[in-house]
């Protein structure tokens, strides 16, 4: 989706995130998980409904934790909101009011009660 009204290298960064494709939050069923490993972490992530998912992983989340996954941004205002994307920071927001990003997606996969998907996205050296 190309917009006159974004910098054209605004553009082609979201043009290169439709192609690689993503995980959209409100097309998963109440249960599903998924593996996200970032730069720095792995998270599992539960959907419990809507945007509302439990998370394990990190410094800041070492048990269980319901909190909202607002969306994933490259670290600026822009976000797609309900949406894991290839190399985006998720965007978490805290029971308590607290704002927090994870490190860049790298991978990512889906489990389900009925099938397995890992993301097809470009494979990285650490």
Do not use: A, F, R, V
């Given at each position: 989706m190309n917009s006159?009204?974004?910098d054209p290298e605004i553009n082609k960064i979201i043009?290169?995130?439709d192609d690689l494709g993503g995980?959209?939050?409100q097309s998963l069923n109440e249960g599903d998980r998924i593996f996200v490993t970032?730069?720095?972490t792995n998270y599992i992530i539960e959907k419990i409904k809507d945007q509302?998912?439990?998370?394990?992983?990190?410094k800041h989340f070492p048990e269980d934790t319901e909190v909202l996954l607002k969306g994933s941004t490259w670290g600026a205002s822009l976000i797609k909101l309900g949406w894991i994307g290839?190399?985006?920071?998720?965007e978490i927001h805290t029971k308590n009011g607290k704002i927090l990003s994870t490190s860049p997606v790298k991978s990512a996969t889906i489990v389900t009660n009925d099938w397995t998907y890992t993301m097809d996205w470009p494979k990285e050296d650490s």
């Open positions: 006159k009204h974004l043009e290169d995130q995980i959209s939050i970032t730069k720095h509302e998912i439990k998370i394990k992983g990190g290839y190399n985006m920071l998720i």
